[in-house]
């Protein structure tokens, strides 16, 4: 054993591929392998003119103790895709360790036109053992449609784990599914062949852009197992049981989607809702009386892009004092997208009494399934006022008598009060009251002094005066912000980011939403303020990816919420 950990194994270095004859459109793994080095190479792939970096570089370090000598195996992958057909190069790699140089061999790797090869498992000439797919609900959606991506792998040999990286769509709106610990594993054939299948990861999009789209290849980590082959030492794995554990790649392929536009000439109730809605709208009662509250809930239920789209304001007659609605969003995300209701409630006072009549309440909505726009029509609402009987009672009475004697007796006590005469010689005398007041100044002035040396002492700590000034701040940037909406739109979420920063007391800008509703849920535990901030992010981000839906009016309005919402939280805090 002693001579084992003296003289350890050569040094050696190895480069490989996963595959080395693929078509234009495949993906394969390059691997360079380091044994017994003394320290970690980082190999250029910049010199892979012929080929572009997908991923990587994924690094790993293996030690192991076997018939007494030591070994560590340092491995780096990088995810490649070919640039041109024909015979590539990977060209020879030379490494330095301990004064030593070892080279690699160079390898070559035929590429072949994608002309004829299905893109589909069920079409591959060759099965492999792992292969992954991304699977969308349909690959023609509309614009504002939201559509759940599934990400799927179909294996033929044991997993242990597996690592999903999140990936940013750009002209989508994103929310993951929670990632199921365990996911469920099922049985298929493909080509005659069983393979075991399973739902990684689900993400819903919503297009806000129309047009072809290329969601670019994605990769899967996997940690396989892989029984070791020949005699086992007894220090060799103890509790495996002759399991190894290796790492793989597995690279979809590209997924192309035809986003197609809405149809021209919406109705003009139509606000931007896709999907499959039902109304509902209903005043809390059918009579009233004069100056007393009323309130109308409008309900839409169903399945689509919730967070995408307003209520159009009903008409009101002009009798009525209307006061901006209330919503509440009960909406809740599964695997065949948003489904649940949104509620709009508007508290209205009528003025006079009478009967009403309103106009229809309408929604529009454009229904996917079938290509076209759907209106929605609560019709019938009729509203009764009667004379309020209590007011016009207080306003015909006068004051009783009592009242007027007990309001001539307040008078005069203002009036008339008069204060003690205190004699000279009381003047020059201190009472124990007295000494009191001054005790209670003194702590009063101590105090003062000491808060008075701390602040002065905290405004020289420029964090700290972030910190106090991140909402004078905002506010000043708010009023400086530019007139077009474009540019309000696009500067807001900045804005709400570096107020979060000053407060956080650090330098950084460009905080997330995630991280910005992070620090709000730390600070505060109010979740319906927590909605609305996250709601208005998402608003937000969606303008910012479909300009043309933006106007000055919704800008500003975005912007006031904004402010409104901060200085909630700074009550809060």
């Known amino acids: 054993m002693g001579a084992g950990i003296l003289f350890a194994a050569t040094p050696r270095v190895n480069v490989s591929v996963s595959e080395n004859d693929i078509s234009l459109k495949e993906r394969f793994q390059l691997t360079f392998t380091f044994e017994n080095f003394s320290g970690n190479p980082d190999p250029d792939v910049s010199r892979l003119k012929d080929f572009s970096v997908i991923s990587g570089p994924s690094k790993s370090n293996q030690y192991s103790w076997i018939n007494g000598q030591s070994t560590k195996v340092y491995s780096v992958t990088y995810t490649l895709a070919p640039l041109k057909t024909g015979r590539l190069t990977i060209p020879s790699y030379t490494f330095q360790d301990k004064r030593r140089s070892y080279q690699t061999e160079a390898l070559t790797i035929r590429v072949r036109e994608p002309e004829g090869l299905p893109d589909t498992p069920s079409g591959q000439s060759r099965l ?10 349909t690959h023609t959606p509309y614009v504002g449609e939201p559509f759940v991506l599934s990400y799927k792998i179909y294996f033929r040999e044991n997993i242990r784990n597996y690592h999903v990286d999140k990936t940013m769509f750009t002209g989508y709106l994103t929310d993951y599914l929670p990632v199921p610990r365990n996911p ?25 852009i129309s047009g072809k789209d290329t969601i670019p290849s994605q990769v899967i980590r996997l940690e396989v197992e892989s029984p070791r082959q020949g005699r086992r030492s007894i220090f060799d794995d103890p509790f495996g049981m002759g399991i190894q554990l290796r790492n793989v790649d597995v690279v979809s392929p590209e997924l192309v989607l035809n ?12 606000t931007g809702a ?7 709208a209903a005043f809390d009662t059918v009579e009233t009386e004069e100056n007393q509250a009323v309130t109308l809930k409008i309900e839409v239920k169903g399945k689509g892009n919730f967070k995408n789209f ?6 009101f007659p002009d009798q009525f004092m209307v006061f901006e609605p209330e919503t509440q969003e009960n909406v809740r995300l599964t695997d065949e997208g948003y489904t649940g209701s949104k509620i ?15 106009e229809p309440v309408e929604f529009s909505y454009f229904s996917p399934k079938d290509g076209k726009y759907r209106k929605q029509m609560v019709p019938d609402l009729i509203l009764t006022v009667t004379p309020n009987t209590r007011l016009i ?28 005469i205190m004699s000279e010689a009381s003047r020059h005398t201190i009472h124990g009251v007295d000494w009191i007041g001054y005790g209670i100044s003194f702590i009063i002035f101590l105090v003062w002094s000491v808060f008075a040396g701390t602040k002065k002492f ?3 700590n420029p964090a700290y005066v972030r910190k106090k000034a991140a909402y004078r701040t905002l506010e000043a940037a708010a009023r400086d912000l530019p007139a077009t909406a474009d540019e309000v739109i696009r500067m807001l979420p900045k804005l709400f980011a570096r107020y979060v920063a000053d407060k956080e007391g650090h330098g950084r800008q460009n905080l997330t939403r995630s991280e910005v509703i992070a620090y709000c849920r730390e600070k505060i535990h109010d979740e319906t303020l927590l909605q609305r901030i996250d709601t208005w992010w998402k608003e937000v981000e969606f303008l910012n990816y479909l300009p043309s839906e933006t106007d000055d009016i919704r800008a500003q309005e975005l912007k006031e919420e904004m402010l409104a919402l901060i200085r909630l939280l700074e009550k809060k805090r």
């Open 458 to 460: 905290l405004e020289r």
């Open 310 to 315: 307003t209520f159009p304001k009903p008409e």
């Open 393 to 420: 009672r207080e306003q015909q009475q006068g004051l009783s008598r009592r009242e007027v004697e007990l309001l001539a007796q307040d008078i005069r006590f203002i009036q008339l009060k008069e204060g003690r």
């Open 128 to 137: 492999k053992p792992f292969y992954f797919e991304l699977l969308p609900s």
């Open 259 to 270: 986003i197609r536009p809405l149809p021209p000439d919406p109705p003009a109730s139509f």
């Open 344 to 358: 709009w409630e508007y508290v209205i006072i009528p003025n006079y009494q009478g009967t009403y009549y309103f």
């Open 184 to 208: 469920v594993v099922r049985t298929e054939t493909v080509q005659g062949v069983s393979y075991q299948s399973a739902i990684l990861q689900q993400v819903v999009l919503t297009p806000a």
């Open 274 to 280: 896709v999907g499959s809605f039902t109304l509902d």
